[in-house]
């Protein structure tokens, strides 16, 4: 019988130590209210677990990693117990139970509330830290609100948000990971808890930061480093990395809701070659499917799926299609018939499949939660990828029904160990992306599968791009789709994108030409708009805004070899391809402030500045070293701030001093190869590397060896740049070596002993340029003289100097 005091829900908190083990690896102990196990996964990782269980969960589909050996030493003293290892010291008070960890210095990183500490009220657990002196926490992915979100509380709970304000919360992803900053010192911490999840960074209170679940354990991963860049790379050692994806996945894509008939697709791709606008993707919204039933297609409006893709194929365009989790409940519809048989469906407890509407009608809806399921769902695929399809887009997966109410009763399998919606609705869109991305490679034979969702979990990376939903067309929700891709990629998510033009509305003449410009700058490129709004392909506003899309589109594909060996480096590390200020400048105030926290780096070289599309001005902060210009070559020095023209045409970009940019000429698509490389150098005060990465593009053979990475090295005291000699087998079809020199004040150089005459240009990033004169701007548009030289190219060890 449960007496009237203990229903009163009073928070109660873990309590004193009563007994402790010690372990290779950690501790676990006992308090007089529940129970906790440490233990450290790697010099500058550990977990903590809390639960008044008698059991621990121990199961996780984020974490994919298992400790390693590290240089653990274990300290009893009268009143405390001390782990220590390299990168982190961790204090764990007896009476009561706090955890408060340290640099190896003894300085505090992180620290329990000494009287708060981990408690419960009722199911829900909380860990309440104590703010430290100016703490800033930047992350949680793909959130609204500022790139700082100190004074800001966030929940975690996948939602179907169509056309949010850019204040609201939770969107259709959660990662509960941040990362945290104070006094020059930097750690991250990861809630590996899926039920609903609450962080509170001092909101309404300056006395804690705290997180919380709604249920289940404690369950948090602390991680130690010197910089942004080793948090980032500590968190995706414990959650994953993506793969590789295929080159032609981050080329442009054009996507409508929908396209159709198939003689509108075929119009799409053709004009694009017309145009001479590049471009790699057609995406299929749901009007391919048979009245919205996922695994069918459109007997009338796509009678001939085969055909069309082979057009559209030997245009250079691929295709992705739609991929809805609802099986439309239907008799004779084959992945129902077959879904009930195999009995993979979600479930109330009395054992009868759960209905929701979506857009089929009634539908049920696959528990990937459930081995037998993902294998079900896997074997789906074979018809699309015999036509020919390598690219799948995950929707609706959050999950979406109409009416918003998913029941909170249904159950998932959980590997065997049945819970209900509160634990797992937050990964059903991970799930969902992992069976689709398992089943598809498998079917590949041996290509890698582009894969795109929009719902999500910490380690989505491993599986999906991820891209922030259904958008609306004007400037504030531009400028908050790039704080918000920034922020995924603190959080692991080095592929993610937005929406270019805007999802929900009509976007104007210059908001899709500033917000082409943008995504051109992006990790994820695609255009997209909804059913009854205008047209919005590049060509649809005008010659000038046409003129617009083609040059910055060209941009990218001219930057494809550096944009493809930074994603070769987020699949080795985790370091995002698109960089909020505050990985590289984590300690400069401005980069904080409500003008600047938008900007990021594409890279390690490009800065980009986003400006809404109504401002012909802007101030502009340029963090420390200096910067070039992108139109004009003008150098500015940094840590300053600048107001710079920023007419429709011309997005601020700026290069930082020191860059290595690998390009090449711009293409129709990524499926051309090209014979030249072409390096830009910018000469800087600061010595630079870059790891040049290339392969073929779409197998999985670079794994085998078959590759080509080199390292480039620009030593500025020697003037000196290094092309180290390539590694890996792969051959590369290139046959030129241009060497394009920004800002050098001589004719000649040294190529590896032999002089070489340099010749000048008036070089242009974007082309064609002479097409493009809409203002007849006397400054001519992204023109500046260089010198430049070229050679045969090779890969052998290449020094030049001047």
């Not at 764990?92 to 706090?98: A, G, L, M, T």
């Not at 992945?335 to 195999?342: A, F, H, S």
């Not at 959050?398 to 990964?427: K, V, Y």
Request: proline content about 5%.
């Amino acid at each position: 019988m449960i007496s009237p005091s203990t229903r009163r829900v009073i928070p109660r908190s873990l309590g004193n130590l009563t007994n402790f083990k010690s372990a290779s690896t950690g501790i676990s102990g006992e308090t007089s209210f529940g129970k906790f196990n440490v233990v450290v996964y790697s010099n500058s990782i550990c977990r903590i677990s809390i639960t008044q269980l008698n059991e621990f969960e121990d199961f996780s589909y984020a974490v994919e990693t298992v400790p390693v050996k590290a240089n653990v030493s274990i300290l009893e003293q009268d009143n405390e117990i001390v782990i220590r290892t390299n990168s982190f010291h961790l204090y764990i008070s007896k009476n009561p139970v706090r955890f408060k960890f340290t640099d190896p210095e003894g300085q505090v990183l992180n620290e329990d509330d000494p009287t708060l500490g981990t408690s419960w009220i009722g199911e829900q657990v909380s860990t309440y830290k104590k703010l430290q002196d100016g703490e800033r926490f930047i992350g949680l992915g793909e959130k609204t609100g500022p790139l700082d979100r100190k004074g800001f509380g966030y929940q975690n709970w996948t939602t179907d948000a169509y056309a949010y304000h850019t204040g609201a919360d939770p969107l259709y992803c959660s990662t509960p990971f941040y990362i945290g900053i104070h006094h020059h010192r930097i750690y991250g911490l990861f809630l590996d808890n899926t039920h609903k999840t609450f962080f509170n960074f001092g909101a309404s209170n300056n006395r804690f930061s705290s997180f919380s679940a709604d249920a289940g354990e404690m369950n948090y991963y602390f991680m130690a480093g010197k910089s942004v860049a080793e948090i980032i790379y500590g968190y995706t050692h414990l959650t994953g990395r993506m793969e590789l994806p295929p080159l032609w996945s981050i080329g442009y894509q054009q996507c409508r809701y929908s396209y159709y008939p198939d003689k509108e697709v075929s119009a799409v791709a053709k004009t694009f070659r017309e145009k001479d606008i590049p471009a790699d993707v057609i995406v299929l919204d749901v009007h391919y499917m048979d009245k919205y039933k996922i695994f069918t297609w459109d007997k009338k409006n796509f009678s001939n799926p085969k055909a069309l893709l082979d057009e559209i194929k030997a245009l250079g365009f691929h295709v992705v299609v739609m991929c809805d989790p609802g099986i439309k409940i239907e008799k004779g519809y084959e992945p129902y018939d077959d879904g009930l048989q195999q009995n993979v469906f979600l479930q109330y407890p009395d054992g009868e499949n759960y209905a929701g509407q979506v857009w089929p009608g009634w539908c049920h809806f696959p528990d990937f939660t459930n081995p037998k399921t993902r294998t079900w769902w896997a074997s789906k695929f074979k018809d699309y990828v015999a036509l020919g399809i390598e690219g799948f887009w995950n929707d609706m997966n959050e999950i979406a029904t109409w009416g918003h109410s998913l029941p909170e009763n249904l159950i998932f399998d959980f590997e065997g160990n049945p819970a209900t919606t509160r634990r797992g609705r937050n990964i059903f869109g991970l799930q969902m992306s992992r069976s689709t991305f398992e089943g598809t490679k498998a079917l590949l034979n041996g290509k890698r599968p582009f894969n795109l969702t929009r719902s999500g979990f910490s380690g989505i990376q491993r599986y999906a791009a991820v891209w922030t939903g259904d958008n609306v067309a004007y400037d504030e929700h531009m400028i908050l789709g790039v704080r918000m891709v920034s922020s995924l990629g603190l959080t692991g998510v080095a592929f993610a994108g937005y929406d270019v033009g805007g999802f929900v509305g009509d976007a104007n003449t210059k908001l899709f030409a500033r917000w082409i410009s943008l995504g051109a700058l992006s990790p994820f490129f695609r255009g997209h708009t909804m059913i009854n709004s205008r047209d919005s392909e590049p060509w649809s506003y005008g010659e000038e805004v046409e003129q617009i899309s083609r040059n910055y589109i060209k941009l990218r594909y001219q930057l494809m070899p550096y944009i493809y060996s930074l994603f070769h480096d987020a699949a080795q590390t985790g370091m995002p391809v698109q960089r909020s200020l505050a990985v590289d400048y984590t300690f400069a105030p401005l980069v904080y402030d409500h003008q600047y926290q938008n900007q990021y780096l594409f890279g390690p070289f490009i800065l980009v500045a986003p400006v809404e599309s109504n401002k012909e001005l802007v101030k502009v902060y340029l963090p420390a070293g200096d910067w070039y210009y992108l139109f004009t070559g003008q150098k500015f020095s940094g840590e300053q701030e600048i107001i710079i023209a920023c007419p429709i045409h011309r997005l601020p970009v700026f290069i930082k001093s020191g860059a290595i940019l690998p390009m090449q000429p711009a293409k129709d698509n990524t499926g051309v190869k090209v014979s030249e490389l072409i390096l830009h150098l910018y000469p800087g005060n600061e010595n630079t590397s870059f790891t040049y990465f290339e392969d073929d593009g779409e197998s999985y053979e670079y794994k085998k060896g078959r590759y080509l990475q080199r390292q480039f090295y620009y030593v500025s005291h020697e003037n000196k740049l290094i092309l180290e000699q390539a590694e890996g087998t792969y051959v590369l079809p290139r046959n030129a070596l241009k060497i394009i020199f920004h800002h050098l004040g001589q004719d000649s150089i040294s190529i590896n002993g032999k002089q070489a005459t340099l010749y000048p240009k008036t070089h242009s990033f974007f082309t064609p340029l002479e097409k493009y004169d809409p203002i007849n701007d006397p400054e001519s548009m992204g023109q500046e003289e260089v010198k430049w030289t070229e050679i045969p190219y090779s890969n052998e060890r290449i020094e030049i100097i001047w």
